[in-house]
Antibody, heavy 120, light 113 residues
Framework: QVQLQESGPGLVRPSQTLSLTCNVS??????????WTWIRQPAGEGLEWIGR???????HYNPSLKSRVTISVDTSKNQFSLNLSSVSAADTAVYYC????????????WGQGTLVTVSS | DIVMTQSPDSLAVSLGERATINCKSS????????????LAWYQHKPGQPPKLLLY???IRESGVPDRFSGSGSGTDFTLTISSLQAEDVAVYYC?????????FGQGTKLEIK
């Protein structure tokens, strides 16, 4: 059973960079059948797809965030990461990492989610 | 971006009764080469991550009870819970998996009447 777990600071100062890591266990991140994805949900709002990375390092980002987002993968550690620069209060949200079926697009396994608050 | 619109925003149904949630996409999410609709449904309970219920509009994920079913094609889709159980109280989201950026509906909050 694949498990994903987010880790990183729960508080980030405005204008700084939000950095999160997702550790994958129970399966290899190098499997060719999946993308590895970040999704967020501000309090009281809906789900927003941030972007995804393939084991090769190929990335796809949401255009609404593209100028500020970097997603990377470390296959040796079986983990992938999110960096979101120049954050503001609008970036306060629960951040989820998830596994994305390459040929389906749906998300079959999710991390528990981590709340990141942007505040001075 | 493909806009996903769910209706209603909230729904109250008696235990044992049918619950129906609708989802409409701003463009067709039917992939003609394989005749699959790239639409997924998720159940989201407080303090938990969303749980995949259905994909390709009507395929139940392993372990999902058969009271959950999905239908529709092209731009109009429906999630049906045939006999509502207390544990089904949650927010339900549809998601288009047709093209990036992937987008979700705004959610439908399902409660017990």
């Amino acid at each position: 059973q694949v498990q994903l777990q987010e880790s990183g600071p729960g508080l980030v100062r405005p204008s700084q960079t939000l950095s999160l890591t997702c550790n994958v266990s129970g399966g290899s991140i190098s499997s060719g059948n999946y993308y590895w994805t970040w999704i967020r949900q501000p309090a009281g709002e809906g789900l927003e797809w941030i972007g995804r990375v393939y084991a090769s390092g190929t990335t796809h980002y949401n255009p609404s965030l593209k100028s500020r987002v970097t997603i990377s993968v470390d296959t040796s550690k079986n983990q992938f990461s999110l960096n979101l620069s120049s954050v503001s209060a609008a970036d306060t949200a629960v951040y989820y990492c998830a596994r994305n079926l390459r040929y389906g697009g749906h998300f079959d396994f999710w991390g528990q989610g981590t709340l990141v608050t942007v505040s001075s | 971006d493909i806009v996903m619109t769910q209706s209603p925003d909230s729904l109250a149904v008696s235990l044992g009764e049918r619950a129906t949630i609708n989802c409409k996409s701003s463009q067709s999410i039917l992939y003609s080469s394989n005749d699959k609709n790239y639409l997924a449904w998720y159940q989201h309970k407080p303090g938990q991550p969303p749980k995949l219920l259905l994909y390709w509009a009507s395929i139940r994920e392993s372990g999902v009870p058969d009271r959950f079913s999905g239908s529709g094609s092209g731009t109009d889709f429906t999630l049906t819970i045939s006999s509502l159980q207390a544990e089904d109280v949650a927010v339900y989201y549809c998601q288009q998996c047709y093209t990036t950026p992937y987008t979700f509906g705004q959610g439908t909050k399902l409660e017990i009447k």
